[in-house]
């Protein structure tokens, strides 16, 4: 039973779909901001790690090579080298959520 009065509604432009991201494309983007996070909390937690702080008879390779401040270099990098291409590949390859 139809009326005259009621007829289907008209669909007008749609709006542009907020795109959401999946779990795994947060998750790459998260690794390299949560390693340098886990880097400054080690060099908080130990800074008898870290040789500018107490400079006696240490070496240029001691000044070169930190663990914590290996780590957050390693975060940066990731963050921003290697994250941003590997989660537009991940969007690339037909995730229907991402």
Known sequence: MSSELAGPLERGAQPDRIR???ARILA???LGPL???GGIVWAV???YRIVFLDRAGKGFYDYLVQPP???IS???LFALAVAPGLAEDMRGDG???G
């Open 35 to 37: 390693t340098v996070l």
């Open 74 to 76: 390693v975060g940066l």
């Open 45 to 47: 937690l130990q800074p």
């Open 28 to 30: 790459v983007e998260l």
């Open 20 to 22: 959401r991201r999946s």
């Open 95 to 97: 995730d229907p959520e």
């Open 69 to 71: 401040l290996l780590v």
